[in-house]
């Protein structure tokens, strides 16, 4: 398809202008009417190629949510009275822990770690070095306070490897990858406590929405956090969900690789990030590396046992360069396999599920449909073995699918799909940023 980069670009800065409340930009005009942690990293390196100030303004309004222990939250909170979303902060209770802000409210868990290799990008794409220098040198401590909470507090048998204790913190609500230990999670419907979705409402976004049994598992978890007043230790006894997930991993290694960037450009003690970027590297090959299916797995640490899922999340750690190149070449041919589509000329790429998975389902979310942000690190990690071949086909793939659509959250990856390509919201701003930075 014929693009115009000039007007794409235009229209995908017109979403985030839109999207910026004068705070904080939202994922969405509606459905998210508040600031997510993942999607403010995503949205700072497209804010970053016009509008530098914006993108620091997004990353400090994040980090102002940051918790005493470190804890960065999923989900920082606005004010704005008609923001409708469930959970909001009266549901999260955040101030049950010792650790939360007085203001922002926050909820009460975090999301893959995007913010070191964030900062790096906006240091290289800044005209303005001082300034972005200066930058780093605000962020770099929050960023290690992030890094090190996690390594304290989510790797408890100080293997390298961090845990996720809720779905929501994977940033891949209902991937298939979570949907053995949540079945196995014992809920009684009527001792949860009261709740009402308020995702639903509109109707081609809640089509595909996580299910109503998912919610009622979300909602256990947000309920045994609170009764654990947020303290790390009593909830990792008391959880039944305990993944280290191979996307939040990845993405951790390539944003210890940037604090140690950030660290020596700064003149830091960088034997800290050093540390954790080793053995990181090292235990995700030790331990989810699958040398027969040619990705990584995730691991179930509450039943102690792999999960061998066939998701997109198994490529991810390119983007941290956690292979060497042979197990790179490995996972490229399982990308080009008919479980991908790579080269199948009906499939946009990237299903985040196989698409030889019995269940796989094009439209639903985290189950198979293609996501821009999990594209844009499977580019980044292509270009990093130099397979720019496949590299540029994701990328042609995700603009072809926003200039055809628009900046829709996720995109059917059928060609031929009876219907529209684009699902969920639309004007989504992580689609519209990430769109920016390849355009660039
Ligand atoms: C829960 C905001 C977020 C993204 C997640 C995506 C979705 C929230 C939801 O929206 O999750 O965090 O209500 O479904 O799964 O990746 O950060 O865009």
Redesign the pocket.
Known sequence: MDIDPQQLREQAIAVLDNNWNGRFTK?APSL?PHQ?N??AGFIAIGNAHHNLERAMADLRHLFSGQWANGMLP?IVFGDDPNARYFPGPDFWQGHRSAHAPQRPATSGIS?PPVHGFVLWRLYELAADKSAARAFLKEMYPKVMALHRYLYTYRDPHEEGLVYIRHP?EG???NSPIWDAALARMAIDPDALPPYERK?LQNPKAAAHRPTQQDYDRYVYLVDLFRKCDYEDDAIFKACPFLIQDPLFNGVLSWSNEALIQIGSLLGEDIAEPLQWHELTIWAMNDKLWDEERGLYNAYDLYHDELIPVHTSSGLMPLCGQVPDQEQAERMLQVLESSMFGGTDQGIWLCPTYSLLAQDVDYQKY?RGPVWINLNWLLYQGLMRYDMADMAQRVKQHSLDLMARSGFYEYFDPRVDTPGEQGCGTDRFSWSAALCIDWLA
């Open positions: 994922p998210y997510w993942w999607d999923q999301m929501w940033g891949t609500d995702d985290w």
